[in-house]
């Protein structure tokens, strides 16, 4: 029997994604928004991928479309990633992992003998959250995170509320959650998807291994002083929330650079607000992420201290609320060795990196060794019509990822 | 004769004010908003208290209501404020100077004989421009500024015209450049106000003498890196367009303090403006301030300076509008002399500082020696319920006030 990875056509996933593009996307970017026609449209299109090999196909309590190909053994390895997209999205956010993932389906399943576990192509339904406002929906359902009560009622921007419009695609929210039988002999799960981040490709690489999902601390510090005329007031008498929350910013970014890790401050909001009146109250959103929960939370209260000497010296007040949280979700070790290994060979880097972006792999991780594998991105954008990987990136990404699961699951297998 | 000055009476003065409160006031603040029903129920108590006087009342084509007495030649000094005020205003805001003028009216007209020269007391009408977003429309007729075109289709919140609503109260747009003839025979314009600043309080003080009215750059800054994923994107990677505005905005407020000035960023608007994202472009409004035309020049120049090179420094551009611009103002040097002898007279104090926001006298400056005083402001809060000024201190200006009047009724009649 050949190798399976040398039997991996990554021109075959290439073309599968040019035809989900020419369904669903074109010069205006994806139009993949879960639960629309276009999402339905790039399912058939799986759909018929699958109906061509001999494999189980079937859509799971939460709506996630599975395509599972019997082993030697009941010991399974899950592939995937989301066909689903933002409106006016990239062509290759999620559909590179799907399709990168189907090709690893359909070598094996073309391979003549059932490949040595059970290997399941997994299509998570609204990873990008894009339409309710809740990214994850699918995997979350599988690994026990989704709670029908806190989302039955989000209603997206024509006023159709979640619990309905999943229904009307066979989801039945209070047993979406029944999803989770099918982590019943999960031994690993893989993911490929593109960075969107420029990490990779200002170092000139083509791929990197993931070592897991990044915690987050997402916050509002509002800042109070006092709102005053803008031409009465000389400059020693004010108590300027808006500059208070400048130096608050600017240091933020010296917290992240310090302890390697990233922080935003994506929008500042100033009461009242006109160009006439010194800002009495200035709120900064701000988001900050790293690997390591024990420097996240450092990062936190470095921030803190920062805005509270900062307001102190401006003759402010500064108070934080949580806006969301979560844990770092580190990935497999032995699996990241496999996938480091992987691409070492096929692009001769075994560069390593968080991803900041979450990803149903996250989910995953919860419960199953996970990794994942990251293409480039042209120019590190992602979530837009520009959204790009040279082809050649693309091709090796994909060798790459079928490496991993081939090496993956003669691991499960042996195990 | 008795000297005038020593016939004043604050109290009277204080009286009117208790009852134009009562009258348009109370708990909520003051809601002489022009052009209103309690507008005119205001002009209506000024109009009772001027019909006691031996004086000529009339209203001009622009509204303004005159009071005049008669002196021993047609030269004339005019005193007077505004009695309409921004929605839940404070009591002091415009009626000090109003029931100040009047209190010096009343004054000479119950003094026995003519005044040396001729005495005018005026309300001009809305100051404030707190319906239709256009402040000084009495006072900029009378001087020539008023354009009818620019101001014409403002509409208030409500959707009426300015056309319409000030038609309703007498006015035609058209002929309100006519009231200009109320220039003629001016030699003097004396006006009373509280500071609406912190500036005389705060160094224990209790009138000043204004030295003219800011000059004004109104600008809106752009800043345009570039919008990039949050989680996704290293910090040395990003061209973050809003810690660039930070940089900037606190620059101006070192320019500011370099030159003595004012500067104020009343607002931040960041796009994409969500947590997630790295802003992409940033505007900020500046709004620069000082005595000096030169040196309100050089403060902007400092500032496009600054905002290029953090601009670049960042990896982003910055493009400047200006949203609107006045030159600084200054009063006449021998009213200030006057002025400050009296303010000295009155309170051992002869500070002098210049206004920060706009007054009809500035635009009367432009054609007659002017002067403004000005009483303490507690807390510098003004536009508010919570404007205030104790009563020693509102007193001890009026006295100044009237002391200013009578010495340049003197120095007119003398020239």
């Given at each position: 029997m050949p190798q399976t990875e040398t039997l991996i056509d990554p021109a075959r996933a290439l073309a599968d994604l040019d035809a989900l593009r020419d369904l669903t996307g074109g010069p205006d970017g994806s139009r993949r928004l879960c639960w629309t026609d276009d999402w339905t449209a790039a399912r058939g299109l799986l759909r018929d991928r699958l109906a061509e090999l001999p494999v189980t196909v079937d859509t799971d309590e939460a709506g996630n479309l599975w395509g599972r190909l019997a082993g030697r053994t009941e010991r399974t390895v899950v592939v995937g990633s989301h066909v689903d997209s933002v409106p006016a999205g990239g062509w290759l956010d999620g559909a590179l992992g799907v399709m990168g993932a189907l090709e690893v389906l359909r070598t094996l399943a073309t391979a003549g003998t059932p490949p040595a576990c059970t290997v399941s192509f997994v299509d998570w339904a609204?990873?990008?959250?894009?339409?309710?406002?809740?990214?994850?929906f699918g995997s979350s359902a599988v690994s026990g995170t989704l709670e029908p009560d806190l989302v039955r009622d989000l209603r997206d921007a024509g006023g159709e509320r979640l619990e309905d419009v999943v229904r009307a695609h066979g989801v039945e929210l209070d047993r979406a959650?029944?999803?989770?039988?099918?982590?019943?002999?999960?031994?690993a799960y893989l993911e490929l998807h593109i960075e969107q981040g420029p990490v990779l490709e200002s170092e000139g690489l083509v791929v990197g291994t993931v070592l897991g999902t990044v915690g987050v601390e997402r916050h509002r510090a509002t800042f109070e002083g006092q709102a005053a005329h803008a031409g009465s007031t000389p400059i020693r008498h004010r108590r300027d929330s808006f500059l208070a929350a400048a130096r608050c910013a600017l240091e933020l970014r010296e917290i992240a650079l310090r302890h390697d890790g990233v922080c935003t401050v994506g929008r500042a909001d100033c009461?009242?607000?006109?160009?006439t009146a010194i800002p009495g109250r200035t709120e900064i959103l701000i988001d900050q992420r790293h690997l390591d929960s024990g420097t996240l939370a450092l990062m936190l209260s470095d921030a803190k201290d920062a805005a509270t000497r900062f307001a102190a010296e401006e003759g402010c007040t500064v108070e934080w609320e949580r806006l969301w949280a979560i844990e770092p979700i580190p990935f497999d070790a032995d699996l990241i060795e496999i996938a480091r290994a992987a691409c070492r060979e096929v692009t001769r880097s075994d560069r390593a990196l968080p991803s900041g972006p979450l990803h149903d792999a996250a989910e995953m991780a919860r419960h199953v060794p996970t990794v994942m594998l990251f293409s480039s991105s042209t120019g590190g954008l992602?979530?837009?019509?520009?959204e790009d990987t040279p082809v050649e990136h693309l091709e090796a990404a994909i060798r790459a990822f079928g490496l991993t699961a081939t090496r993956t699951i003669d691991r499960v297998a042996r195990a």
């Open positions: 609204d990873e990008e959250g894009a339409r309710f406002g809740r990214s994850l959650g029944e999803a989770s039988t099918r982590l019943r002999d999960v031994a009461t009242p607000g006109v160009v992602s979530h837009c019509k520009e």
